[in-house]
Structure formats: C-alpha cells, structure tokens
C-alpha cells in the first residue's frame, strides 16, 4: 500500500532538514557573542549550578543528561529535531506549504529557533515548559476550568524555580480577561491598554517594598554595563530614566511598543538582522491583534484560543519590562514559539478535532 504525504507534511519536513543545517552549522558561522549564555551553562566556570533561577536549573539539566560534555554542533543534532516534533505534534496546518505572510513567520520562527537553540540555552527549556500547555489548548482534554488553573499553576511554578517574571503572567492575563468583559469601544486596545497599567502597578508595588522597579533590576542593569559595546547597537533605552514612578510607567509603554511593535526599530537599516526581526515582529502583531479581536467577538467559541492569547499578549507586555535589547526579545520568543504557533494556525485545530 502507497504511503501518501500531504504536500503540507512535505513542506514541513524540508523546511526541519534545512533548519538542521542551519541548527548544526551555527556554531561555525555565528559570532562568539551568540555563545556568551551557552559557555555559561555548559563550562558552569562560576558554579552555579543548583535547583533554583534559570542558570543554575539549566547548568544542571545540561549536566544530568550529559549534554554540556557534548559539542554544541551536536546537541544541535539532538535539540533541534525534539522541537520540530513537538510542533510536528501540534499540528501541521493543511496550506503549511503555500507562501502566504502567516506561514512566511513560521518559517522564521523556526529559523531563529535553530539559530537560537542550536546551543546549551535556556530557551529550550522554556520551549518544553510551554508545550503541556498548547497542548492543552489544542486537544481540549480537559474543561476550560481545569485548564486554566492547570495552566496558571505551570507558569507559577516555573516563576518561582525558574524564570520570576513568568508568575506575573498569570496575575496579568486574568486581569485582562476581566477587564475583557467590559464593552469598551475598542475592546482589543483598550485590554492591552489595561494589562499595561497591570503590569505597571505590580512593577510599583515591588518598588515601593524594595526600593527598584522592575526596569531598574532588569533592564537597566544589564544595559548599563553594555554602553558602548559591539553587540549593544539595538538596547531598549527609554526616554527617561526608571527610577521614578513616571519614569517606569514610561518606560513600561516604550519596552511594549518597541519590543512587540517595533517602528523604531526600523532605523536600524545596516543591520539586516535587526530589520528582518522588527519586519517579522511587526507582521506577528498585527495577525495576533486581528485573532484577538475575533477571539474576543466569539469568547465563548474560542475560549481556548482567547486564554492562549491572554497568555501571549502578557508575555509580551512582561518582555517590554524585562527585555535589555532586540536581539533577547527575538531569542525569548523561541522559546514560547509553540504558543505562538498554536496562536497563528488555531483554525486548523478547531478543524482537526471536529
């Protein structure tokens, strides 16, 4: 009996053996800056190692699974292929093979994975940590209820072992799915609008305990010691300084547009690695914002999809706080790319599981 591969299937698995190339071969061609993270995590120079925060958690598995004794271009070899199978378990959209805008940011997407994740890296463990919960999204197993509380107590979880800022997440989302019930004018500004102020308020009440803003402990710490530099051409430095209330509320607004709707980004024209991230950024937005809109219009249909969403969108909103340049915002969203992925071919699930 003839096996018959969908074009789509086709084109996905050549778009994976191509990014294999690119996943191997990074280690050749990238620049040692690329490197700085995974010389950490597989060296573990300064004994880091340990059961809390994101280095010492991802030192250890590295050393668990006896990966850091391997060279990176083969740890390449053995990432890479895992997570295109877990997209490949999410699902592969039926026109996956046509060249449209959506499908065009897949594959960029899956590029920056395999330049990103092609080495010791945190992101990869924020990618495993992420997929019970698309995958809970797409299969719907369990009531919206029980995914939810699930899903809040996965991010909380992994705040506190691992990356902090991830338990915001959940304080953020179910603040603007609340705020969502509301019959605003524009409902999917003025949500946005609201996980801000959310987000600005938490920030404020942690100043207020120990004396720094969110901004001030993050971002302005890592930039003030890369003034300067080579690899400090694209930082987030706001107008004014973070070290007033007014101050972080500005700079909360100004990391949000710029890291998710990144114009100003665009000055950025001798850096062609820049302006693809900022064309690709911009391009993402305006699908999401367009899905949020419809999921917002039809909350009960796509209640999956709208939490999915509120998810997403406060991640975003906590990469304009914590993110110091272009270059890390582009790097952390590889590894929550099985969210977004999920967020930008959901019809195609809907359809599946129908």
């Known amino acids: 009996m003839k096996t018959v591969i969908k074009k789509s299937e086709a084109a996905f698995l050549l778009i994976a053996l191509a990014n294999l190339v690119v996943a191997f071969?990074?280690?050749?061609?990238?620049?040692?800056?690329?490197?700085?993270?995974?010389?950490?995590?597989?060296?573990?120079?300064?004994?880091?190692?340990?059961?809390?925060?994101?280095?010492?958690?991802?030192?250890?598995?590295?050393?668990?699974?006896?990966?850091?004794?391997?060279?990176?271009?083969v740890i390449a070899l053995l990432q890479f292929p895992i997570?295109?199978?877990?997209?490949?378990?999410?699902?592969?959209?039926?026109?996956?093979?046509?060249?449209?805008?959506?499908?065009?940011?897949?594959?960029?997407?899956?590029?920056?994975?395999?330049?990103?994740?092609?080495?010791?890296?945190?992101?990869?463990?924020?990618?495993?940590?992420?997929?019970p919960i698309v995958f809970m999204c797409v299969n719907k197993q369990y009531s919206f209820k029980k995914t939810l509380l699930v899903s809040f107590l996965l991010l909380v979880i992994f705040g506190a072992l691992y990356r902090p800022?991830?338990?915001?997440?959940?304080?953020?989302?179910?603040?603007?799915?609340?705020?969502?019930?509301?019959?605003?004018?524009?409902?999917?500004?003025?949500?946005?609008?609201?996980?801000?102020?959310?987000?600005?308020?938490?920030?404020?009440?942690?100043?207020?305990?120990?004396?720094?803003?969110?901004?001030?402990?993050?971002?302005?710490?890592?930039?003030?010691?890369r003034i300067g530099a080579a690899d400090a051409n694209s930082m987030i430095v706001p107008p004014v300084k973070p070290d007033t209330w007014y101050g972080e509320a500005i700079a909360v607004v100004y990391g949000f547009f710029t890291v998710n709707l990144p114009v100003n980004g665009l000055?950025?024209?001798?850096?062609?690695?820049?302006?693809?991230?900022?064309?690709?950024?911009?391009?993402?937005?305006?699908?999401?914002?367009?899905?949020?809109?419809?999921?917002?219009?039809?909350?009960?249909?796509y209640k999956y999809e709208l939490f999915a969403l509120f998810i997403l969108l406060s991640f975003f909103i906590i990469q304009g706080i914590f993110e110091p340049d272009l270059g890390s915002a582009v790097k952390h969203k590889t590894g929550i790319f099985p969210l977004i992925y999920f967020a930008l071919y959901y019809e195609h699930f809907r359809k599946k599981l129908q």
């Open 25 to 73: 071969a990074a280690f050749f061609v990238l620049p040692p800056r690329f490197f700085y993270d995974a010389a950490i995590i597989a060296f573990d120079k300064g004994n880091e190692i340990g059961y809390f925060g994101s280095y010492p958690l991802t030192i250890l598995f590295y050393k668990i699974t006896g990966l850091r004794y391997l060279p990176f271009p």
């Open 83 to 131: 997570l295109m199978f877990i997209l490949y378990k999410i699902g592969i959209p039926d026109n996956f093979e046509k060249i449209n805008v959506k499908n065009i940011l897949v594959y960029l997407g899956i590029f920056m994975m395999a330049v990103y994740i092609s080495m010791p890296s945190k992101e990869f463990i924020t990618f495993l940590f992420i997929t």
């Open 165 to 225: 800022y991830f338990a915001l997440i959940p304080i953020i989302a179910y603040g603007m799915y609340l705020i969502s019930f509301i019959n605003f004018k524009n409902k999917v500004l003025t949500t946005i609008f609201y996980g801000l102020i959310i987000a600005f308020f938490l920030s404020l009440s942690y100043g207020i305990i120990k004396g720094q803003y969110f901004s001030e402990i993050s971002r302005e710490v890592v930039n003030n010691t």
């Open 267 to 301: 000055k950025h024209l001798f850096s062609p690695q820049i302006l693809v991230f900022v064309i690709w950024q911009l391009f993402l937005s305006y699908i999401l914002l367009v899905r949020f809109a419809k999921c917002l219009k039809q909350r009960e249909t």
